[in-house]
């Protein structure tokens, strides 16, 4: 037998080895930099901390590119770092490519960054039992923020997000009714999910244009470069041109439609005391990658009526930015979405809705990105929105 201090000390320790919590993230870790590994100390401080890492494969599917260091790399050098207690490679794919190994590990806490949350994910540890816990991304002591978006030099190429009138780009909508798009030019500050309705397809098409960014020069001309390496003669669907002047022209910007594929009126605005005002008050939530196969045209109903409402929500959502009418600019943003919906059926589904419907009480307006089927859900809100990101808009 123990002396009685001694295994009072063994039950001590012992207790608190079950004590000790099991953590789970998972992500891709590519060009490991101090940002993953100030997220890793971070999420370490709740317990043993435990990593799956996107597969090549899984990452090439989700981000339309390939990994710079193999996850053969990836694993070694997440295993090698003291905080972690175990690594992988997940064996499933898309965004739950992790479902097999959060099964069988059954972890307390499911840890994440503000940009990798996802109502998914929030839904599917609710199922299992396990604490969701959505960090901020803050940098170690003085180091710099980083991101490995930031650290890719083809990433300088912006993005872009319409806030009302989309659809009037496409002339079988806007010879109904001429119409406005407003669209914010978005910098590359997040690695924004292929098929997620912020211009991801023709930002591929800049990137193989321009590689690392926009040139210098007439940035309408750029735009029309880009419109037409993007729909080349032959082109069966002829992408919208709000894509390509989304992310070529910075700031706020206003295309005009009235029935052609190219604007007959562009305004743009660079204020920044406007755009800083826009900044605050937008908010994203993450969905999912729109599926290969959606089809958004196969329950359309394109009328008059729709595709003047999407109009008018427009012209009073450009005016309301200027004004800076916050309740304004909400309430248009959904009218805008409200229309495109109705034409579109297809462009939400009944998740898509119910994330809406836990939001709307707290927001001013909300819409879902580009043509939707995913992507990611955009509301206007003058209160901080929980597990929400937010973006910055090119000067």
Not at 24 to 37: E, I, K, N, R, T
Not at 67 to 72: L, Y
Not at 354 to 369: E, R
Not at 381 to 387: A, H, R, V, Y
Request: proline letters at 5%; hydrophobic letters at 40%.
């Amino acid at each position: 037998m123990y002396p009685l201090g001694l295994g009072v000390n063994l039950f001590i320790l012992q207790f608190s080895i079950c004590m000790i919590k099991k953590v789970f993230v998972s992500g891709c870790y590519d060009m490991l930099h101090s940002g993953h590994v100030a997220f890793f100390e971070d999420a370490a401080s709740h317990g043993d901390l435990y990593v799956g890492i996107g597969s090549d494969k899984t990452i090439n599917e989700l981000k339309a590119r390939k990994t710079v260091n193999s996850d053969a790399e990836r694993l070694y050098m997440v295993k090698a770092l003291k905080v972690v207690k175990d690594a992988w490679i997940n064996q499933g794919g898309g965004l739950l490519d992790f479902l097999i190994e959060l099964k069988n590990l059954q972890p307390d806490i499911f840890f994440v960054n503000a940009d990798g949350h996802t109502p998914a994910k929030e839904a599917l540890c609710k199922e299992m039992k396990i604490e969701y816990m959505v960090s901020k991304r803050v940098p170690h002591g003085n180091l710099p923020a980083r991101s490995t978006t930031a650290l890719r030099q083809e990433c300088k190429i912006p993005y872009r997000i319409d806030l009302a009138g989309g659809w009037l780009d496409q002339p079988y909508v806007s010879k109904y009714a001429s119409g406005s798009v407003v669209t914010i030019c978005i910098e590359p500050d997040y690695e924004f999910n292929d098929r997620s309705g912020m211009s991801t397809s023709s930002r591929k098409k800049a990137i193989e244009l321009w590689q690392s960014d926009i040139p210098d020069g007439d940035k309408e001309k750029l735009a029309k470069t880009l419109f037409c390496f993007e729909n080349p003669p032959g082109t069966k669907y002829v992408s919208g041109s709000q894509d390509s002047l989304g992310i070529t022209m910075a700031g706020l910007n206003k295309f005009y439609y009235d029935g052609g594929y190219w604007p007959s009126d562009i305004q743009s605005v660079l204020v920044s005391e406007l755009l800083d005002w826009i900044e605050k008050h937008i908010w994203m939530i993450p969905l999912y990658p729109r599926h290969e196969d959606y089809d958004l045209l196969s329950n359309a109903k394109i009328d008059m009526p729709l595709a003047q409402q999407l109009s008018d929500a427009a012209e009073v959502l450009w005016k309301a930015l200027q004004q800076k009418d916050a309740p304004a600019v909400g309430k248009a943003m959904t009218q805008s979405f409200e229309a495109q919906i109705a034409m579109f059926p297809d462009m939400v589904s009944d998740d898509i809705l119910t994330q809406i419907d836990i939001h709307k009480k707290d927001v001013l307006g909300w819409k879902v990105s580009g043509a939707g089927g995913g992507g990611y859900l955009i509301f206007f809100s003058e209160k901080p929105l929980e597990n929400a990101i937010q973006i910055r808009i090119r000067r």
